[in-house]
T-cell receptor, first 112, second 119 residues
Framework: TQLLEQSPQFLSIQEGENLTVYCNSSSVFSSLQWYRQEPGEGPVLLVTVVTGGEVKKLKRLTFQFGDARKDSSLHITAAQPGDTGLYLCAARLIQGAQKLVFGQGTRLTINP | KAGVTQTPRYLIKTRGQQVTLSCSPISGHRSVSWYQQTPGQGLQFLFEYFSETQRNKGNFPGRFSGRQFSNSRSEMNVSTLELGDSALYLC??????????????????FGPGTRLTVT
C-alpha cells in the first residue's frame, strides 16, 4: 500500500479547463512538496507547504495543505498545454529527515 | 548556479553486470539522495549521504550501494544486475545538513536522471 495516495492517476482535459489533483494519507507529515516531471527529466520542485491549512499560489497553480497535515491538493486554473506532465506529491514524515516519500503521481495531459 | 548533474544519462547493461552512476550536487549542497523510478513502483528512496556518511537507507537489497566524496559528489553502484533493475535513477541534492533546525524544510533538487536498461 502507498503511504501517499494521489488521485486521479490520469487526467486528460481541454485547454482552459480547471482541475484539482489530490494527495492523501493517514499519516501526519512535517512538510509536503509538489513536483512536476516531464519525460526524460527529473522532478522539478514547485512548492513546499509546512503549516496545516496553508495555501500557496504560483501563478495559475494553488496548493493547499490540509489542516491536519495529512493531505494536500493542487488546483490549476485555466490549464494550458504547457502544464502537461507528471505531478508528484512528496512528504517528509519526520522534521529534518531527508527521506521523501512519493505518491504514484498524476499524469496530466492538457489538449489544445 | 549549475543544477544537479548526473552521468551517464543513458546506460545499457546485461544481467549479471555491475554499474556505477555518478551525481554532482548543486554547489554548496552537502546532502545527496538517490531514488529509483519505475512505472510500476513510482519513485522509491534508495539512500541518502551527508558528509561522506550514509544517513538513511531505503528497502533495497545489498546489491545497491553508494558513497559520497569529500567534495559532496556521490556515486551509486548496482552489482549483479537483474532485469528488474531497469529504471530511471534520480539523484537529488539538498542544502540541509545536520543541525539545520526543526523549521528547515530541506527542499531537494533533482538531476535529470540516468536511464538504466538491463537486457
Amino acid at each position: 500500500t502507498q503511504l501517499l495516495e494521489q488521485s486521479p492517476q490520469f487526467l486528460s482535459i481541454q485547454e482552459g479547463e480547471n482541475l484539482t489533483v489530490y494527495c492523501n494519507s493517514s499519516s501526519v507529515f512535517s512538510s509536503l512538496q509538489w513536483y512536476r516531471q516531464e519525460p526524460g527529466e527529473g522532478p522539478v520542485l514547485l512548492v513546499t507547504v509546512v503549516t496545516g491549512g496553508e495555501v500557496k499560489k504560483l501563478k495559475r497553480l494553488t496548493f493547499q495543505f490540509g489542516d491536519a497535515r495529512k493531505d494536500s491538493s493542487l488546483h490549476i486554473t485555466a490549464a494550458q498545454p504547457g502544464d502537461t506532465g507528471l505531478y508528484l506529491c512528496a512528504a517528509r514524515l519526520i522534521q529534518g529527515a531527508q527521506k521523501l516519500v512519493f505518491g504514484q503521481g498524476t499524469r496530466l495531459t492538457i489538449n489544445p | 548556479k549549475a543544477g544537479v548533474t548526473q552521468t551517464p544519462r543513458y546506460l545499457i547493461k546485461t544481467r549479471g553486470q555491475q554499474v556505477t552512476l555518478s551525481c554532482s550536487p548543486i554547489s554548496g549542497h552537502r546532502s545527496v539522495s538517490w531514488y529509483q523510478q519505475t512505472p510500476g513502483q513510482g519513485l522509491q528512496f534508495l539512500f541518502e549521504y551527508f558528509s561522506e556518511t550514509q544517513r538513511n537507507k531505503g528497502n533495497f537489497p545489498g546489491r545497491f550501494s553508494g558513497r559520497q566524496f569529500s567534495n559532496s559528489r556521490s556515486e551509486m553502484n548496482v552489482s549483479t544486475l537483474e532485469l528488474g533493475d531497469s529504471a530511471l535513477y534520480l539523484c537529488a541534492s539538498s542544502l540541509q545538513g545536520r543541525g539545520a533546525g526543526i523549521f528547515s524544510t530541506g527542499e531537494q533538487y533533482f538531476g535529470p536522471g540516468t536511464r538504466l536498461t538491463v537486457t
